[in-house]
């Protein structure tokens, strides 16, 4: 577990389905991925996330609200599962419910979490689409660094679909 000022990130526990079965489903929160989910696809990356979350200790972790115990969202770190240069590298990610867009919850979550990979990791990636300018804008403010050198077509993204292009961003652990 993780907390910040405003949240907890947290394993995942079956109450918290519904939020993100609803998040999963919204099209606007999932523009930049290949679709929405349905919540039997949401359960299998549920279910992926807390294998991670016993084997290695981290993940896609909840992101629960201390006001309320409201999720709105996830965020955390996750072992890379697309073909990697650098074996050693975690990839960092948050996704929030649209209900919270713009309240500073993706930077503080993101915040600690990417401390925390950095002492898991010499390096913590970030990769979104081109277009998503938001994510990258945040890698940016998180003191992240662009590199361009591992920018890549996303294998799971059909090639017909224009948010195949990812950008990369990454911190080294002392930088």
């Not at 989910?37 to 909840?62: I, V």
């Not at 309320?68 to 650098?86: A, M, R, S």
Request: proline share 7%; glycine share 6%; aromatic share 10%.
């Amino acid at each position: 577990m993780i907390e910040t000022r405003r949240l907890i990130l947290r394993d995942w526990r079956d109450a918290d389905c519904p939020a993100f079965y609803a998040m999963s489903a919204d099209p606007e929160v999932m523009r930049y991925f290949n679709q929405t989910e349905t919540p039997a696809q949401c359960d299998e990356r549920l279910a992926r996330m807390r294998r991670w979350s016993e084997t290695l200790g981290y993940t896609f972790w909840a992101m629960q609200r201390k006001a309320d115990d409201v999720i709105v969202g996830h965020c955390g770190l996750k072992p890379l599962t697309i073909p990697w240069p650098e074996p050693n590298d975690i990839e960092i990610g948050w996704m929030l419910a649209k209900d919270w867009w713009g309240q500073g919850y993706a930077s503080e979550a993101a915040a600690a979490a990417l401390d925390l990979g950095l002492t898991l990791a010499p390096r913590v990636i970030a990769m979104t689409t081109q277009s998503n300018v938001r994510s990258w804008g945040l890698m940016h403010r998180l003191g992240m660094e662009r590199l361009a050198d591992l920018d890549f077509d996303h294998p799971e993204v059909p090639l017909d679909n224009p948010h195949r292009p990812h950008i990369v961003y990454g911190k080294r652990r002392g930088c």
